[in-house]
């Protein structure tokens, strides 16, 4: 049973682009929304996370956005680079990492 | 760097066979995470333990099993592999259940079951 469902599958964008990833959970008892990056070889690695008491959160140029009415949350990427390139984890948990739950990946790629 | 070390990077075995992944957490992290990495499923939970204790279980197989040995390094242990068991698995480590540490993964271990 899929808890957290990501979308796109895929995503490429031109550099200097917003790519716009999207989660939907379904558990109300989850209390940490992060987001991992993973390169190609490597394990993934903690983006930026947040809680649900908050709609928004900015560390640089990611940003996550939050709704806890729907269920939903997004991560942002502001003036995309390729460098960015690399397949992006929505996860979800219970007290931080208790039972984490993760989507099924971005892979996104942005052009020069 | 994650401060995450699991060996080894590559492994390849027939089906029916048995065996261990192993996982060092980074230093001081007390709580071990498995979690399967296949192309089509992304990221799925296998078990948590926390200072040598089980404290969460997600879709683990029954042929599979782990554990959290004093010294907190952790064995994920695979057996009567079928093709479908071939896959990255990746071994994270927090400081404390319940915390604000986040997960740090290393860097997996591809099995390959022929």
């Known amino acids: 049973q899929q808890q957290v469902k990501q979308s796109p599958q895929s995503l490429i964008v031109q550099k200097g682009g917003i790519p716009i990833i999207n989660c939907a959970y379904e558990?109300?008892?989850?209390?940490?929304f992060p987001w991992y990056q993973q390169f190609p070889g490597k394990g993934p690695a903690l983006l930026i996370a947040?809680?649900?008491?908050?709609s928004e959160k900015k560390e640089g140029r990611f940003t996550i956005s939050f709704n806890k009415s729907a269920k939903q949350f997004s991560l942002h990427i502001m003036d995309s680079q390729p460098g960015d390139s690399a397949t992006y984890f929505c996860?979800?948990?219970?007290?931080?990492?208790?039972?984490?739950?993760f989507g099924a990946g971005t892979r996104l790629t942005v052009k020069p | 760097d994650s401060g995450v070390t699991q060996t080894p990077k590559h492994l390849i075995t027939a089906t029916g066979q048995r065996v261990t992944l192993r996982c060092s957490p980074r230093?001081?992290?007390?709580?071990v995470y498995w979690y399967q990495q296949s192309l089509d499923q992304g990221l799925q939970f296998l078990i948590q333990?926390?200072?040598?204790?089980?404290?969460a279980k997600g879709n683990i197989l029954e042929r599979f099993s782990a554990q959290q040995f004093p010294d907190l390094h952790s064995e994920l242990n695979l057996s009567s592999l079928e093709l479908g068991d071939s896959a990255l698995y990746f071994c994270?480590?927090?400081?404390?259940?319940?915390?604000?540490?986040?997960?740090?993964f290393g860097n997996g271990t591809r099995l390959t079951v022929t």
């Open positions: 996860a979800a948990s219970k007290d931080n990492n208790n039972d984490m739950r």
């Open positions: 947040i809680r649900p008491d908050v």
């Open positions: 230093s001081g992290d007390l709580s």
């Open positions: 994270a480590s927090s400081g404390r259940t319940g915390s604000n540490s986040p997960l740090h």
């Open positions: 558990n109300t008892a989850f209390d940490y």
């Open positions: 333990y926390y200072n040598g204790e089980e404290r």
